[in-house]
């Protein structure tokens, strides 16, 4: 979805490398969100902010850490890059709505390598 | 952990013929969500059920929704080879953040 942009979209980095991975969106959503995805497997959620001031833990969110700067901006922080993290990163953004509807639209991913 | 499993994790079929999928969950939700992704590339939303709905359709998407059995079944007729793709359950628990299941990977043959 062009509306959710994620920067860059391919790193190969080494074990022990502060690495930032950025989401901008467009869509003006407050909540914002970041998954990863190993081969195979569905999405896990890492980090998840409901508006600026707001950061939830997920499902996996040792070893990583969030920024939300704007409300267009999400980053996504690994202090110290292991070779586990290697995987699919996505961020998702979603409205504040009525319960029940709340669809996700998702940028193309971050293909993250650490060796 | 996951709440959606989805079952087959694989599927073969020819154009055609009609693909379905189906996904099991563990709680009480507000929703459940399909979407696709084609290979290594960002999950694009197909269709959302409510709790209180049974049958939901959209083109050639029919998805159909058991509370009491905590299962949803994907239905895509007249499969195409641009159909080719893994479909992913997600469910929505009661704050707003979907749970992912492991996926249904699609293939149709030409």
């Known amino acids: 979805d062009a509306d959710v942009t994620q920067t860059p979209r391919n790193r190969i980095t080494k074990t022990g490398k502060r690495i930032m991975l950025e989401c901008s969106q467009t869509?003006?959503?407050?909540?914002m969100y970041w998954y990863r995805q190993d081969p195979g497997l569905g999405l896990r959620l890492i980090y998840y902010?409901?508006?600026?001031?707001?950061?939830n833990k997920g499902e996996i969110s040792d070893g990583y850490s969030v920024s939300r700067q704007a409300q267009a901006k999400f980053s996504l922080s690994l202090e110290s890059a292991i070779p586990n993290q290697t995987a699919l990163y996505f961020c998702?953004?979603?409205?504040?709505?009525?319960?029940?509807?709340?669809?996700?639209?998702f940028g193309p991913g971050t293909r993250l390598t650490v060796l | 952990s996951q709440q959606g499993e989805e079952d087959p994790q694989a599927l073969s079929i020819q154009e055609g013929e009609n693909a379905t999928m189906n996904c099991s969950y563990k709680?009480?939700?507000?929703?459940l969500q399909w979407y696709r992704q084609n290979s290594g590339r960002g999950l694009v939303h197909l269709i959302l059920?409510?709790?209180?709905?049974r049958e939901k359709h959209s083109g050639r998407l029919r998805v159909t929704l058991d509370t009491s059995k905590k299962s949803s079944s994907l239905l895509i007729t007249a499969s195409r080879a641009a159909d080719t793709a893994s479909y992913f359950c997600?469910?929505?628990?009661?704050?707003?953040?979907?749970?992912f299941g492991s996926g249904t990977r699609l293939l149709v043959r030409p």
């Open positions: 709680t009480s939700i507000n929703n």
């Open positions: 869509k003006g959503h407050d909540r």
């Open positions: 998702a953004t979603s409205e504040t709505g009525t319960p029940g509807d709340n669809e996700q639209f």
């Open positions: 997600a469910t929505d628990e009661s704050s707003y953040k979907l749970i």
């Open positions: 902010s409901f508006d600026v001031k707001d950061i």
């Open positions: 059920i409510r709790s209180n709905e």
